[in-house]
């Protein structure tokens, strides 16, 4: 009898044991759970949104250039007043190489200096907006936005006084002629893209 109620006894025992761990605390999960919070309350704050923060613009690839004197071939460049090539009857967009321009780009000149041999290609604008007719348009900046496209920014003055047949720079277009320049460019960089031309403060022109 008494051995029964010691085995009984000891059975209980062993139950309440065996029960009891099941409500212990489960302090590994509760430290894991923790640890997750903790890591999402500091991937919120870093990824936190600042006010007054600015993105940083990626570089777009700038070939090099430079704005032409065009002169006539008679005049090969040499002479200070240089017999103005005709204009387009319109706007305009024209790519140039060296296989492929108009004679009258045989003979050019930089802006720094005379030019007898062929450099790369030139990129003919003529603004077709009225509202810049007699204006002097100078090239600011090239930049080449992706493998089909290319952005030329402009600076556009009203020249000072009229023009006749034959002008110096800066008079370049008189008040009924459209704003036009020609640019050289390093070769085949921009060769087979489509361009935006725009003004220095952003304005899109056109040359349809």
Same mark, same amino acid.
């Given at each position: 009898?008494?051995?029964?109620? =010691?085995?009984?006894?000891?059975?209980?025992?062993?139950?309440?044991? +065996?029960?009891?761990?099941?409500? $212990?605390?489960?302090?590994? $999960?509760? /430290?894991? /759970?923790?640890?997750?919070?903790?890591?999402?309350?500091?991937?919120?704050?870093?990824?936190?949104?600042?006010?007054?923060?600015?993105?940083?613009?990626?570089? /777009?690839?700038?070939? @090099?250039?430079?704005?032409?004197?065009?002169?006539?071939?008679?005049?090969?460049?040499?002479?200070?007043?240089?017999?103005?090539?005709? =204009?387009?009857?319109?706007?305009?967009?024209?790519?140039?190489?060296?296989?492929? %321009?108009?004679?009258?780009?045989?003979?050019?000149?930089?802006?720094?200096?005379?030019? /007898?041999?062929?450099?790369?290609?030139? +990129?003919?604008?003529?603004?077709?907006?009225?509202?810049?007719?007699?204006? !002097?348009?100078?090239?600011?900046?090239?930049?080449?936005?992706?493998?089909?496209?290319?952005?030329? +920014?402009?600076?556009?003055? !009203?020249? $000072?006084?009229?023009?006749?047949?034959?002008?110096?720079?800066?008079?370049? $277009?008189?008040?009924?002629?459209?704003? =036009?320049?020609?640019?050289? +460019?390093?070769?085949?960089?921009? @060769?087979?893209? %489509?361009?935006?031309?725009?003004?220095?403060?952003?304005?899109?022109?056109?040359?349809?």
């Amino acid at each position: 009898m008494l051995n029964t109620l =010691r085995a009984s006894t000891l059975v209980l025992l062993l139950s309440l044991i +065996v029960s009891g761990c099941s409500f $212990a605390p489960d302090l590994s $999960a509760k /430290k894991e /759970k923790d640890a997750t919070s903790a890591s999402e309350g500091t991937e919120a704050a870093n990824s936190e949104e600042i006010e007054g923060a600015q993105e940083a613009t990626e570089y /777009k690839e700038q070939p @090099k250039f430079a704005k032409l004197n065009i002169t006539s071939a008679e005049n090969r460049g040499y002479s200070d007043k240089a017999h103005k090539i005709p =204009r387009a009857m319109g706007g305009g967009l024209w790519y140039y190489t060296e296989s492929s %321009k108009p004679g009258y780009l045989e003979h050019y000149q930089t802006e720094e200096h005379h030019q /007898k041999e062929w450099l790369g290609d030139v +990129v003919h604008i003529q603004i077709s907006d009225k509202e810049y007719y007699g204006y !002097k348009a100078t090239p600011l900046a090239i930049e080449i936005i992706n493998e089909k496209n290319a952005r030329i +920014v402009l600076s556009l003055q !009203k020249n $000072a006084g009229d023009c006749g047949s034959w002008s110096t720079d800066p008079c370049e $277009a008189s008040k009924k002629e459209p704003a =036009r320049v020609f640019i050289a +460019v390093e070769k085949d960089k921009l @060769k087979g893209k %489509k361009f935006i031309i725009e003004t220095d403060t952003g304005e899109k022109l056109s040359t349809n």
